[in-house]
T-cell receptor, first 113, second 113 residues
């Protein structure tokens, strides 16, 4: 079935540093890909998505490009802020699974001033 | 503002107790989900409901059951709580059609002693 692989972290960066969180996937066909974010004490919320190959999703300064050649969907941000400290989850739908989504293990990001 | 609410943020129960976790959404969504979140394992789907009284097992249904008598409410039941069910439980909902964004509640931190 469909699956994603991402590093668990934690990733610790100084404010204004460049961020990359890697995500690779295994999938049947070319499903939509998602990044969700979980701020401390909260549930997950959708950060961005891409629905087809070569699409770029973007939101709040974060970007990710759907690359089918490398089966990757890496999350990037040019200049992180302390408020970006959170856990980031890469996700994609189950193969043939209606609305179900499979999530990666989550990468914890800590940004220090 | 869309909302998924969970009945408790923190819960402490004893081994063998019957535990009810309640989730309510106000978005008229067809689909509702229960996940557990554990360090190093990410989110794992326990149960999924795609309509009132309809349910489908997720990846880790053992030791859990669910109830969906009304569209807006989805309950997770631990028939006889065990210490290995100590975890963060997240409820989510999504609408039709396609692989739509899931909206999450803030989570319930359950400790079984």
């Amino acid at each position: 079935g469909n699956s994603v692989t991402q590093m668990e972290g934690p990733v610790t960066l100084s404010e204004e540093a460049f961020l990359t969180i890697n995500c690779t996937y295994t999938a049947t066909g070319y499903p939509s890909l998602f990044w969700y974010v979980q701020y401390p004490g909260e549930g997950l919320q959708l950060l961005l998505k891409a629905t087809k190959a070569d699409d770029k999703g973007s939101n709040k300064g974060f970007e990710a490009t759907y690359r089918k050649e490398t089966t990757s969907f890496h999350l990037e941000k040019g200049s992180v802020q302390v408020s970006d400290s959170a856990v980031y989850f890469c996700a994609l739908p189950y193969s043939g699974g209606y609305q179900k989504v499979t999530f990666g293990i989550g990468t914890k990001l800590q940004v220090i001033p | 503002d869309v909302k998924v609410t969970q009945s408790s943020r923190y819960l402490v129960k004893r081994t063998g107790e019957k535990v009810f976790l309640e989730c309510v959404q106000d978005m008229d969504h067809e689909n509702m989900f229960w996940y557990r979140q554990d360090p190093g394992l990410g989110l794992r789907l326990i149960y999924f409901s795609y309509d009132v009284k309809m349910k489908e097992k997720g990846d880790i249904p053992e030791g859990y059951s669910v109830s969906r008598e009304k569209k807006e409410r989805f309950s997770l039941i631990l028939e006889s709580a065990s210490t290995n069910q100590t975890s963060m439980y997240l409820c989510a909902s999504s609408g039709l059609p396609g692989y739509n964004e899931q909206f999450f509640g803030p989570g319930t931190r359950l400790t079984v002693l």
